[in-house]
C-alpha cells in the first residue's frame, strides 16, 4: 500500500482524461496522495506513462480500473479517501448511443460511486464536474447574467434537435441527479461548472475542448459558432477551484468556473497579434454563423471563497500551443 501523507488521500475518477490528468498532477503537486481510476483496460495496451511518471506518482499515486457500467468497481478506489473528485463521463459527441442508453448508464454509474462514498465513511466531500452546459441554456433567468441558479431547459434543447443535443441533456440531468443523491444520502457535495478548459495537457490526445479554443488557428470552421460569443478557462484553474472547494468549509452546492469572455473578433485580433504566423480567417467566415453563447456568465460565487484565477489568453494559448506542437499536432 503507498503510504499516505497528512494531506489525505483523493480518488479522482476518468484519471485519463484531459482534466483528470491534470487534475491528479496538480493534487500531486499539491502534497495529496491519490487514487486514479481509469477504464478497464484487461490487455492492458494502454499508456499511461504520463500519469506514473508524474512528480510524486511512485510514493503517493495508485491506478485502479473502474467502469460506469460496473458501479461497484469504483469501490476498491473510493475506500479510506477523505474526498471524490468525480470526472469521469462519456464523451460522445458522434452519438453512437441513444440519449436514454447513455443518461441511464452515467446516472446508474453515478449513483453507485455516490454509495461508495457514503458507505466508505471516510468520505468528507465529493467534487463533481459538470460543465458550462447545465446553466447557460436556462429559458427562465429573466436577465443577461448566467449564475449558480441556471439550470438549462433540457427540453428546450431537445426540440432543437442540435450537435451535442444529448451531452448537454446528459450533463444536465447527471448534475441534478448528483446534487439530489448526495443529499439523500447525507453527503457533502459540491459541483464545479467550467466553461470551455484549454492550455497544456498532458494526456495523450488533444482534448476536444482544447481543440475547440484553437478552431481559428486550426481552421476549422465548423467550430467558429462556438467562439463567436463565448469563454474560456486555463485547466490548472479548473483543478485550483477543485481543491479549493474541497478545502473551503463553507463551500456548498454548484460553483461557475470562467475567466475570460470575449468575441469571435477580439480572439482573432489577439491570436493575430501574439502568434502572427497563423493565418486568420476574415470576418466573413462567421458573420452568419449563430453563436453558441457562452458568456454573460457570474463566478462571484466561486471568488467570494477566497479563489483567484491565475490565467489568461496568454497562458491559455501558449500553453495549448506547446502541447499540440509536443505531440506534432502543430
Given at each position: 500500500m503507498v503510504a499516505d501523507n497528512k494531506k489525505g488521500r483523493i480518488c479522482v475518477t476518468g484519471g485519463t482524461g484531459f482534466l483528470g490528468s491534470w487534475m491528479i498532477k496538480r493534487l500531486l503537486?499539491?502534497?495529496?496522495?491519490?487514487?486514479?481510476?481509469?477504464?478497464?483496460?484487461?490487455?492492458?495496451?494502454?499508456?499511461?506513462?504520463?500519469?506514473?511518471?508524474?512528480?510524486?506518482?511512485?510514493?503517493?499515486?495508485?491506478?485502479?480500473?473502474?467502469?460506469?457500467?460496473?458501479?461497484?468497481?469504483?469501490?476498491?478506489?473510493?475506500?479510506?479517501?477523505?474526498?471524490?473528485?468525480?470526472?469521469?463521463?462519456?464523451?460522445?459527441?458522434?452519438?453512437?448511443?441513444?440519449?436514454?442508453?447513455?443518461l441511464k448508464r452515467v446516472i446508474t454509474g453515478l449513483k453507485g460511486i455516490l454509495q461508495a462514498c457514503a458507505d466508505s465513511k471516510t468520505v468528507r466531500r465529493v467534487v463533481y464536474t459538470a460543465s458550462?452546459?447545465?446553466?447557460?441554456?436556462?429559458?427562465?433567468s429573466g436577465s443577461d447574467i448566467i449564475d449558480e441558479s441556471c439550470?438549462?431547459?433540457?427540453?428546450?434543447?431537445?426540440?432543437?434537435?442540435?450537435?451535442?443535443?444529448?451531452?448537454?441533456?446528459?450533463k444536465t440531468l447527471t448534475e441534478k441527479a448528483a446534487l439530489e443523491f448526495a443529499e439523500e444520502l447525507g453527503l457533502d457535495l459540491v459541483s464545479v461548472i467550467p466553461t470551455w478548459i484549454t492550455g497544456p495537457f498532458i494526456?495523450?490526445?488533444?482534448?476536444?475542448?482544447?481543440?475547440?479554443s484553437m478552431a481559428l488557428i486550426f481552421g476549422d470552421k465548423a467550430h467558429h459558432q462556438h467562439l463567436k460569443d463565448t469563454s474560456l478557462v486555463h485547466v490548472d484553474d479548473v483543478a485550483r477551484a477543485h481543491i479549493n472547494l474541497f478545502e473551503y468549509p463553507e463551500a456548498k452546492g454548484r460553483y461557475i468556473c470562467s475567466a475570460v469572455e470575449f468575441k469571435i473578433e477580439e480572439l482573432c485580433q489577439f491570436i493575430s497579434t501574439r502568434y502572427p504566423e497563423y493565418q486568420m480567417p476574415t470576418e466573413e467566415?462567421?458573420?452568419?454563423?449563430?453563436?453558441?453563447?457562452?458568456?454573460?456568465?457570474?463566478?462571484?460565487?466561486?471568488?467570494?471563497?477566497?479563489?483567484?484565477?491565475?490565467?489568461?489568453?496568454?497562458?491559455?494559448?501558449?500553453?495549448?500551443?506547446?502541447s499540440c506542437k509536443e505531440k506534432g499536432l502543430l
Open positions: 503537486e499539491d502534497g495529496y496522495s491519490v487514487n486514479a481510476t481509469l477504464r478497464i483496460d484487461p490487455e492492458r495496451k494502454r499508456d499511461i506513462s504520463f500519469l506514473t511518471n508524474l512528480p510524486g506518482a511512485s510514493e503517493r499515486l495508485q491506478i485502479f480500473n473502474a467502469d460506469l457500467d460496473k458501479p461497484e468497481t469504483f469501490a476498491p478506489a473510493i475506500e479510506g479517501c477523505t474526498g471524490v473528485f468525480h470526472m469521469a463521463h462519456p464523451l460522445d459527441f458522434a452519438e453512437k448511443e441513444p440519449e436514454d442508453v447513455k458550462i452546459s447545465t446553466v447557460a441554456f436556462s429559458t427562465t439550470w438549462t431547459d433540457v427540453e428546450f434543447i431537445r426540440s432543437l434537435k442540435t450537435f451535442g443535443g444529448p451531452y448537454i441533456v446528459t494526456c495523450t490526445h488533444c482534448p476536444d475542448s482544447v481543440y475547440v467566415s462567421w458573420k452568419d454563423l449563430i453563436p453558441v453563447k457562452f458568456s454573460g456568465l457570474s463566478t462571484k460565487k466561486l471568488q467570494e471563497t477566497g479563489f483567484k484565477y491565475e490565467y489568461g489568453l496568454e497562458e491559455m494559448f501558449d500553453g495549448a500551443i506547446k
